[in-house]
């Protein structure tokens, strides 16, 4: 994150009003003067969060005359002048995207967006089949549908996808470009957004700037980080961790075609396939930006930033959220509002007590990066919560963690295509009265059905070194005990499984910011192991969770009888209700508030144009009775049997698991595994 300082504010304006001089007509004859004031405009807008950023990333010590920078003003221009370019290529019906937005530029706040996240070849088969299955998330209410990666992939072992060996063509078996521009106008017509994945921190070894950067091309000099011995690897890997341990130790990968023919050691954090970026060099910085603006004007709305946290590298560091990651996010987001207003970011965020979410702004001082954060520390309190029975750890993280800034919004999800990682804190732990690592292996044996008693039917995924139980895959019914109760024929248990479901996305439907439903969830799908017999995907156990959508399943959504009607109705019942309660809307601030049972998660949000908002979420199979004071009602509670006690008012059942919430003398009864949602009309 910069902070602001006067030195650099004037070196901006200079810089600023020496490019306009010979700037000014250029943009008139390629935008048009209504485009170019605007345009000119925004560039005036966003100027600091663009100039600031990227003095404090490549400017040298200050160069004769004393109000410069070493080359900062023309990377300056040299980035506006990428970003002109792409507005003057951006299609008619985008610019028009553009003004709304303007207008409206909270737009992504609202309480119609619900999010819907899956793999395209997994969900209908091509971008051509997409626009025949819009209908079906148009029934559930979606409004922003998040295709994971649609670029093509290196072939064979890809990361699920996630090794890019070219960011302008989509992968083969998708499509082709102009089908994604197809779909992307099919969902705009229809008040949906699209999403798609990006990985800043890597592409694949195949990916034209590593093919030209080992080819020696002077235009991808230094795009990527390789040593020719081991001495700085093993200096870096000493305080390094690496993502990958069992399958892929260490964070870097011997090249041998490197440095000339001479061989050396590659920048890998992920897989050898995947050769991190050099942000240190300003030619990434700007390549990555011709990238997003290229995209965008294909039609994307909305850019899902992957593996943010590994940008920058430093000796001595853990290698990750470094200061320089919120700098360059900064510059990267305003030079994309320059040309295109409409799009947003979403920052992929696995955070912990010390590690500050990238999608927030920086830490003291908020400077805008994304517009979207996942909340990826509420979906492993959910988890942690449905095990333990217990919301306490959750109750402590979540009202620590506090509230970002009212420019973006979390993004909140049940379960995502990744694995579940037990990002928990250990002082944070031991606050909730248990030890982390023993609460982590507990985590890992109840997912994966090894704690006696439990329902889930889980695989560990990857096994890092002391850090106390592995990662967990599986579908989010499978690991809710769906599966187990399926094939027990236990009908009782197939109740409580599906009780789990509901309980945990009522309440990422209603904490606070963007739900997202991740595909099959709405049906109850349960593992899928047919991954095994696919050797691009048998060593990677994340497919377990990553199944064909059963559209036989999907037509059972109207059988009354049907665990997929029950399932698809209550996710159908969450979106409505949002969709009519503005406290709910993304932007607002969510306080925890003690219930006065451990057993019970209990949040309270307001918005100025609503009443309180109450959720409550009993993570045990037994009912409680909460005290309406205790749980942060006082005396708003409504006795069935007589009028709400004098000058407060009464708050009502908006949706509960168990009809209209129960109440008795000033006490609300919460069914076990049950939830309610209470407003103040």
């Not at 109000?67 to 002048?81: I, K, M, N, Q, S």
């Not at 060099?281 to 946290?309: C, H, Q, S, Y």
């Not at 920052?347 to 590690?355: H, M, Y």
């Not at 967990?472 to 499984?497: F, H, K, Y």
Request: aromatic content about 8%; overall charge negative; hydrophobic content about 40%.
């Amino acid at each position: 994150m910069v902070v602001s300082r006067p030195g650099r504010r004037h070196r901006a304006v200079a810089a600023h009003r020496e490019l306009i001089r010979e700037f000014s007509g250029e943009a008139q004859a390629r935008l048009g003067r209504p485009e170019a004031v605007a345009f000119e405009a925004r560039l005036e807008q966003q100027l600091l969060d663009i100039y600031e950023p990227l003095e404090e990333l490549y400017g040298s010590a200050p160069a004769e005359p004393p109000d410069r920078a070493d080359g900062v003003p023309e990377l300056f221009a040299r980035l506006v002048r990428i970003a002109l370019e792409a507005s003057a290529h951006r299609p008619a019906g985008l610019r028009e995207l553009d003004r709304r937005r303007e207008i409206d530029p909270f737009w992504y706040q609202r309480v119609r967006n619900v999010g819907y996240v899956c793999y395209l070849d997994r969900f209908c088969g091509t971008l051509g089949e997409l626009p025949g299955k819009l209908d079906y998330l148009a029934e559930l209410g979606i409004t922003y549908l998040h295709l994971m990666p649609l670029l093509k992939p290196r072939p064979g072992e890809n990361d699920g996808g996630y090794a890019v060996m070219d960011h302008r063509t989509v992968d083969p078996r998708l499509g082709t470009m102009a089908d994604l521009e197809t779909a992307g106008l099919e969902l705009r017509r229809r008040g949906m957004s699209l999403c798609v994945d990006l990985v800043l921190n890597h592409v694949a070894k195949e990916h034209p700037w590593a093919t030209g950067w080992l080819a020696g091309d002077p235009a991808y000099a230094d795009f990527f980080s390789v040593f020719p011995d081991r001495e700085l690897p093993d200096a870096f890997e000493q305080t390094i961790s690496p993502a990958l341990p069992d399958h892929a130790p260490g964070s870097f990968s011997w090249v041998a075609e490197a440095n000339g023919g001479a061989g050396g050691w590659v920048w890998t954090t992920f897989w050898s396939y995947q050769w991190d970026l050099n942000y240190a060099n300003p030619n990434v910085l700007a390549a990555m930006l011709e990238t997003i603006l290229w995209l965008a004007n294909r039609g994307v709305e909305i850019f899902r930033m992957d593996a943010v946290p590994f940008l920058w590298k430093r000796l001595g560091s853990s290698g990750r959220d470094q200061p320089e990651v919120h700098t360059l996010m900064q510059v990267l987001h305003a030079l994309t509002k320059l040309a295109a207003p409409a799009v947003v970011f979403e920052a992929e965020a696995i955070i912990t007590r010390d590690v500050p979410d990238p999608g927030l702004g920086g830490r003291s001082r908020y400077r805008p990066e994304c517009e979207l954060a996942d909340n990826n520390q509420l979906m492993v309190m959910l988890w942690s919560s449905l095990a333990t029975r217990d919301a306490r750890l959750a109750s402590l993280v979540l009202r620590r963690m506090g509230q970002p800034p009212a420019e973006v919004s979390w993004v909140t999800f049940v379960h995502r295509h990744d694995d579940l990682s037990w990002a928990v804190d250990d002082q944070d732990v031991a606050a909730a009265g248990r030890n982390g690592v023993e609460h982590r292996h507990f985590l890992t044996d109840f997912y994966t059905g090894r704690y006696p008693g439990s329902p889930a039917t889980g695989l560990p995924f990857q096994q890092g070194p002391g850090a106390g139980g592995a990662r967990i895959s599986g579908s989010t019914a499978s690991l809710c005990g769906v599966e187990q109760a399926l094939q027990n024929g236990d009908r009782t248990a197939l109740d409580l499984a599906l009780r789990r479901l509901v309980l945990m996305h009522a309440v990422t439907f209603a904490f606070g910011g963007v739900p997202l439903l991740y595909m099959g969830d709405e049906l109850a799908l349960v593992n899928d192991h047919s991954y095994l017999s696919d050797p691009d995907r048998a060593a990677d156990n994340r497919w377990l969770h990553r199944p064909a959508m059963d559209w036989q399943a999907a037509e059972r959504r109207t059988d009354p009888q049907s665990l997929e009607c029950r399932t698809f109705d209550w996710m159908h019942r969450l979106v409505a209700a949002r969709k009519a309660t503005l406290a709910l809307r993304a932007g607002g601030q969510s306080e925890v508030i003690d219930p006065g049972d451990a057993r019970v998660l209990a949040w309270r949000r307001k918005h100025p144009r609503s009443g309180t908002f109450v959720g409550l979420a009993n993570f045990s199979e037994d009912d409680v009775w909460l005290e309406g004071d205790r749980c942060g009602l006082g005396n708003a509670v409504q006795a069935t049997a007589g009028p709400a006690i004098p000058q407060t008012p009464a708050l009502e059942t908006l949706l509960s698991s168990d009809g209209t919430a129960e109440i008795d003398d000033g006490r609300i009864r919460l069914r076990g595994l049950g939830f309610a949602w209470l407003l103040d009309p």
